[in-house]
């Protein structure tokens, strides 16, 4: 297992943006494919999106499709998720994840390391 850090983050209004960032110290995401998930209150753990250890190919679960946009840096050991016309629906606790185990994104099982989760809140 790795430490993430997650930073951005907050409240927003709707249509508004917001950005997210995840890091870890040294190069223990390089390799990697990483993603991002969240949970709002009473619901459980939700894909959001998810990218390649390359970074040459994306993942995004519906809901968010054509709104955010998750991206990394390989030389900064960062992933980073944009998230443009944010909805109150997308109000959730988000967390950065590294997949360990190949196999499908959404698959919590797979990921060994999870952020500290950064609340998210949109209003309308």
């Known amino acids: 297992q790795v430490h993430l850090v997650q930073s951005g983050g907050g409240s927003v209004q709707a249509g508004g943006s917001l950005t997210l960032s995840c890091s870890a110290s040294?190069?223990?995401?390089?390799?990697?494919?990483m993603a991002w998930f969240r949970q709002a209150p009473g619901k459980g753990r939700e894909f959001v999106a998810g990218i390649t250890f390359s970074g040459a190919s994306q993942e995004y679960g519906d809901p968010v499709k054509g709104r955010f946009t998750i991206s990394r840096d390989i030389d900064k050991n960062t992933v980073s998720l944009q998230m443009n016309a944010l909805k109150p629906e997308d109000t959730a606790v988000y967390y950065c994840?590294?997949?360990?185990?190949?196999?499908?994104?959404?698959?919590?099982?797979?990921?060994?390391?999870w952020g500290q989760g950064t609340q998210v809140t949109v209003s309308s």
């Open positions: 040294g190069r223990t995401l390089t390799g990697y494919a």
């Open positions: 994840a590294r997949r360990v185990i190949r196999g499908p994104f959404v698959q919590t099982d797979n990921y060994d390391s």
